[in-house]
């Protein structure tokens, strides 16, 4: 990333898991030295932005839907839109803290008013591309990515007018490993990159995120990065609301996001899912200050 200013959006809403408590995760990422951290770093930040819920929701509930606050996580995520779709224009980094993965939505649906092909790597256990037809759980968080593609009853224009579809082939899934039926047919079949735990395991996560790099950054006009904490393993991040064993390692977590600083292509990120309630001794919201100071240039020596 370059040393343009960065933004920080706070983002307080858990509406979109299947349990509360990611509402918590902004003001605690916060409260654990993000800002001290990119400060030493050298970026001017600014991180007095908080979206809220509008008090009347305007978008009418679809009633025949069976997603659980699919008003709620629509509406928070066009107001999310119209926030980094400024920060964008005024040339700031938008870095985005959940909050649940549903407001990815709205981060996306924003950055495609400028970034026309934009590309994206998404760090998660899961693959959140689920659609209204398929999901298993009704949690708007397992379809964000969906929604993003187009491929959901949820169009990104009906979240930011003007917002258009993100192409599989600019998008890349690393850390998979709990995926349903729905899921795994349409990665098949899309053309969407996903790096598994298997690939990982096998390739090693530098090769990993190279490939990512080059494959979300060819023929795009950005990259944003949307890393789920539950990619890492849980030993590491446990205060997450969808945990699942065997995931990314504390290391390979930090080599990860210091490839992408290095790469200096990442456009901007967002770092969602963190739970505050479920955490131990504030364990992952710490390790999120840290990763994120990895994506901005954070060294060892
Ligand atoms: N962003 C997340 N943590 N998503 C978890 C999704 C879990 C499951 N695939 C579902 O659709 O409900
Ligand atoms: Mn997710
Ligand atoms: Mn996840």
New binding site residues.
């Given amino acids: 990333m370059g040393k343009s200013a960065i933004t920080v959006i706070s983002v307080p809403f858990g509406m979109g898991?299947g349990r509360p408590g990611s509402e918590m995760g902004p003001d605690h990422i916060l409260k654990f030295g993000l800002v001290k951290k990119l400060h030493q770093l050298g970026y001017e930040v600014s991180y007095d932005k908080r979206i809220l819920l509008p008090e009347h929701i305007e978008i009418a509930a679809n009633i025949s839907s069976p997603m659980k606050h699919e008003a709620e996580a629509i509406a928070i995520s066009s107001v999310l839109a119209r926030e980094v779709a400024d920060t964008v224009r005024q040339g700031g980094t938008p870095l985005i803290l959940g909050g649940?993965?549903s407001i990815s939505m709205g981060t996306l649906s924003g950055l495609t008013q400028h970034y026309r092909e934009l590309g994206v790597i998404w760090f998660?256990a899961?693959s959140?591309l689920?659609t209204e037809a398929t999901?298993?759980?009704g949690?708007m968080?397992?379809?964000s990515l969906a929604v993003a593609l187009g491929l959901a009853g949820i169009k990104p224009q009906e979240i930011a007018s003007g917002a258009v579809p993100i192409k599989p082939e600019h998008c890349v899934i690393i850390g998979a490993r709990?995926l349903?039926r729905g899921?795994k047919a349409f990665i098949r079949s899309c053309g969407i990159t996903c790096f598994t735990m298997h690939e990982i395991d096998r390739l090693g996560i530098e090769h990993v995120v190279n490939e990512a790099l080059r494959i979300a950054g060819d023929g795009t006009d950005g990259i944003h990065l949307s890393f789920?904490i539950?990619s890492v393993d849980p030993i590491e991040a446990p205060g997450t609301?969808?945990p699942v064993r065997g995931g990314v390692s504390y290391r390979e977590a930090h080599l990860a996001l210091e490839l992408m600083n290095e790469s200096g292509v990442i456009t901007s990120a967002d770092f969602v899912?963190v739970n505050p309630s479920l955490d131990h001794n504030n364990q992952t919201s710490k390790l999120v200050v840290d990763l994120i100071g990895s994506l901005f240039g954070s060294r060892i020596l």
Avoid: K, L
């Fill in positions: 898991a649940d993965h998660d899961h959140d689920n999901s298993p759980s949690n968080h397992g379809i709990d349903d899921e789920d539950d609301g969808t899912e």
